[in-house]
């Protein structure tokens, strides 16, 4: 039997996880979701009004940053010892709702094992700084491969000296053919800021600054559109660092929405070891690097997000919008 005492803890514990699902990553901070908050369940809404037209016309990288928030809503509510149970595409009829997430109490004293990463959701951020030589430990990255399984999905180290090298080209190449695109430099410098006060999109606290000397051989995304880009220009992103590829084997909104939540837990192990990461997507943006990928590294997974791990300083937090306009609260 549920009593208003349970009723009043599980509705205090939906408002926590609704709010640390806002700490989530997405594809230039467009935070492109909404989350319905009731009593006894939450529901996680795509805001169609924050896609990227130009980057991300099917919508592939806005679930997936949806599902990132998912991850933390469901991270909050196991630290919080309740079992999440999600539903996702709870209704065929409404594309917009991804997910609902009702709570029960855990069934045993064990818990759940992500509840661990409810302590570093805060200290979570894309790192975009040169990392250190450090070796990424190979007992790390056997936690990053399991996670990713635990979420339907599929993590993959580059290692091969020529796979590492196409890896590298192949992102030349995307970098190349979108900057030369008038759409994507125009979604570009509408999304990047250098407005303390502006609570979206990627600030010029975040990134490298773009002397146009740095010759990443995997160059990072240039978000210097102003050029006050205030971290280093010395990136050091190289073929020789820590590559990781994130997929899943299906490629559909389900698929995508999946793949979301293995990319935060990833991030979130990443960030429980000490380390840190930054994804790098334009060579599976565009759609013939993302083929020519598939072929030279024999993939037989739908490619997500290439990450960089490493060890490097800490970089400024990113903003978030209020969370008035996030939330919508059923009375
Ligand atoms: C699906 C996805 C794709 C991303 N692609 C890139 C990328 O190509 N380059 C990059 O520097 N950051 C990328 N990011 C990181 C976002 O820019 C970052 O999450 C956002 O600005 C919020 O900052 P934070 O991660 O520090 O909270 C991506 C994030 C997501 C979720």
Do not use: K
């Amino acid at each position: 039997m549920t009593t208003s005492q349970d009723l009043r803890t599980a509705t205090g514990a939906l408002r926590r996880a609704a709010v640390r699902a806002t700490f989530a990553p997405s594809v230039h901070n467009t935070q492109p979701w909404r989350i319905l908050l009731g009593h006894d369940e939450l529901g996680l809404l795509t805001d169609r009004t924050r896609q990227l037209q130009a980057l991300d016309p099917t919508g592939r990288q806005l679930v997936i940053s949806c599902g990132c928030a998912l991850f933390n809503a469901r991270v909050s509510l196991a630290a919080a010892d309740l079992t999440a149970v999600v539903t996702r595409f709870p209704d065929i009829s409404r594309s917009d709702l991804l997910a609902t997430i009702a709570v029960q109490q855990s069934p045993g004293p064990q818990g759940d094992p992500i509840a661990a990463l409810d302590s570093v959701v805060e200290l979570r951020h894309t790192n975009r700084r040169r990392f250190a030589d450090d070796a990424v430990p190979p007992e790390m990255l056997e936690v990053l491969e399991q996670a990713a399984l635990a979420e339907d999905s599929i993590l993959v180290q580059i290692r091969d000296p020529a796979q590492r090298l196409a890896v590298a080209r192949l992102s030349q190449q995307a970098d190349a053919l979108q900057n030369a695109d008038a759409g994507y430099r125009a979604e570009l410098r509408a999304w990047t800021t250098t407005d303390l006060a502006r609570l979206d999109g990627v600030p010029a606290t975040a990134v490298p600054q773009v002397t146009g000397e740095s010759h990443d051989e995997v160059p990072i995304r240039d978000f210097d559109t102003s050029g006050q880009g205030l971290l280093p220009s010395d990136t050091g992103s190289s073929s020789q660092q820590c590559l990781l590829l994130l997929g899943t084997r299906g490629d559909n909104p389900a698929a995508w929405l999946r793949a979301g939540e293995a990319l935060q837990r990833i991030l979130l192990e990443i960030t429980r070891h000490g380390f840190t990461a930054s994804p790098l997507t334009q060579v599976i943006e565009a759609a013939v690097t993302r083929e020519a990928l598939q072929t030279e590294l024999g993939l037989t997974m739908m490619p997500h997000v290439l990450l960089r791990v490493g060890r490097a300083a800490a970089t400024p937090a990113t903003h978030r919008r209020r969370l008035v306009d996030v939330l919508i609260e059923r009375p």
